[in-house]
């Protein structure tokens, strides 16, 4: 079992920036790809970025290539997602995930354990 706990979310204005983290603990981080997921309202939940369980690879949905960073600390149990140039589309609750796997994948099916989501509101 992995228990994730994601924090960092607010409002934000557009342009502006902020760093989601998820802290996890139970088994062994390391052991496990994340990834960033969210839904806004009315939307479906939506792939943002992942990354290996050794940080050597990343993946990222292209709405928000060159505007996020995801990163981990493996050492810390943490994962985070540095959030820039933030437009009012980036509305949504953010969770983060974790699959037992050696890629950085892009679907939720590969994803066993969820956050409980933290919320990001982007206004103009």
């Known amino acids: 079992q992995v228990q994730l706990v994601e924090s960092g979310g607010g409002l934000v204005q557009a342009g502006g920036s902020l760093r989601l983290s998820c802290a996890a603990s139970?088994?062994?981080?390391?052991?496990?790809?994340m990834g960033w997921f969210r839904q806004g309202i009315g939307k479906e939940r939506e792939f943002v970025a992942a990354?290996?369980?050794?940080?050597?690879?990343?993946n990222y949905a292209d709405s928000v290539k060159g505007r996020f960073t995801i990163a981990r600390d493996n050492a810390k149990n943490t994962g985070y997602l540095q959030m820039n140039s933030l437009q009012l589309e980036d509305t949504a609750v953010y969770y983060c995930?974790?699959?037992?796997?050696?890629?950085?994948?892009?679907?939720?099916?590969?994803?066993?354990?969820w956050g409980q989501g933290t919320q990001v509101t982007v206004s103009s």
């Open positions: 990354i290996s369980r050794g940080g050597g690879s990343t």
């Open positions: 995930a974790a699959g037992r796997t050696t890629i950085a994948p892009s679907g939720a099916s590969w994803y066993d354990y």
């Open positions: 139970g088994r062994a981080f390391d052991m496990y790809a």
